[in-house]
C-alpha cells in the first residue's frame, strides 16, 4: 500500500511523458506509485518510460478502449489510497503537491472520499489559473472540474468505474455520480497541476462533443435542476442550454 497512486494514461507521447513523470519523481513526500497505463505506443514511449529505474514507476503497456478504459485499468492496478489522473505533459504544479495533499488530509476530522484542488491551464506556452468548486452550485451550472486537480478515495471507483462509453466527460460522468451519492469532497486552495490543453477535449470539435455530453450527464444525476438551468440559458442565449 502506498498514499497516492498517480495514474498517467500514455499512447505515442515520446514527447511529453517524460516530463510527466519527472514532475512527480521530484516531490517532497515519496510515499507514491507512478502507473503508466500504455495504449501499446509505437513511436517509443515506451522505451522512454523504461529508461526510469526508479521504483516508485510501474508500465503496463496493452491496447485500450481508449483514455478511460486505460484510466480504469489503472486504478485496478493501484495500491494507493488515492488515486490522481494526469495526462501526458500535465505536470505536478510543484515539489510540495503531494506533501501539502497528505497533511491536508491528515487535518481532517473526517476522512475525505474526495479531495481536490485548482489546476493552471497552459496553452501555447501560457499559463491561465482554473478553479471550479464540487459543490451544490457544481451540481446546478456543472462548470467542469479538471480531474488533474482531484484525488479520489481507491476504494469510490469499486462503486463505479469511469464510463468509456463517453469519449470526453467521463471523468465528469464520475464525479456527478459521487456528488449525488454524496461523498465526502474537500477543497484544498492549492494548485496541483498544470493541464496541458492541446488535447481532443480542447478543440472546437471536442468541445461539442462534451456539451452532447454534458446535457447526457446532468439529465441522468440532477434532472430537476438540469431543467431549471437549462431554461434560464435558454432565456439568455446561451448556446449550452
Given amino acids: 500500500m502506498c498514499r497516492f497512486s498517480v495514474i498517467v494514461p500514455t499512447y505515442n507521447v515520446k514527447d ?30 515506451k522505451e522512454v518510460v523504461r529508461q526510469y529505474s526508479d521504483t516508485h514507476i510501474k508500465m503496463i503497456s496493452q491496447k485500450d478502449d ?3 478504459d486505460a484510466m480504469n485499468k489503472g486504478v485496478r ?8 489522473f494526469l495526462g501526458a505533459g500535465d505536470t505536478l504544479y510543484d515539489e510540495s503537491v503531494l506533501e501539502k495533499v497528505d497533511a491536508f488530509v491528515k487535518a481532517q476530522e473526517k476522512h475525505p472520499d474526495v479531495v481536490y484542488g485548482y489546476v493552471y491551464n497552459v496553452l501555447d506556452g501560457k499559463e491561465e489559473k482554473f478553479c471550479r468548486k464540487l459543490d451544490f452550485w457544481y451540481t446546478v451550472k456543472f462548470d467542469p472540474v479538471c480531474h488533474q486537480a482531484v484525488f479520489a478515495a481507491r476504494e469510490l471507483f469499486d462503486e463505479k468505474a469511469f464510463d468509456a462509453g463517453y469519449v470526453i466527460a467521463a ?3 464520475w464525479m456527478m455520480c459521487m456528488k ?3 461523498k465526502r469532497f474537500v477543497f484544498i486552495d492549492e494548485p496541483v497541476a498544470r493541464y496541458l490543453m492541446d488535447g481532443v477535449s480542447s478543440s472546437d470539435h471536442g468541445e461539442a462533443i462534451y456539451l452532447r455530453e454534458q446535457k447526457k450527464i446532468h439529465k441522468e444525476y440532477f434532472p430537476c435542476k438540469r431543467f431549471v438551468i437549462g431554461i434560464y440559458r435558454r432565456l439568455k442565449g446561451d448556446p449550452r442550454g
Fill in 16 to 45: 511529453k511523458v517524460e516530463k510527466t513523470i519527472e514532475s512527480v519523481l521530484k516531490q517532497k513526500f515519496q510515499d507514491y506509485e507512478i502507473i503508466i497505463m500504455d495504449g501499446d505506443s509505437n513511436d517509443g514511449t
Fill in 66 to 68: 481508449g483514455i478511460y
Fill in 180 to 182: 449525488r451519492k454524496k
Fill in 77 to 84: 492496478e493501484a495500491a494507493g489510497d488515492y488515486c490522481i
Fill in 171 to 173: 471523468d465528469q460522468d
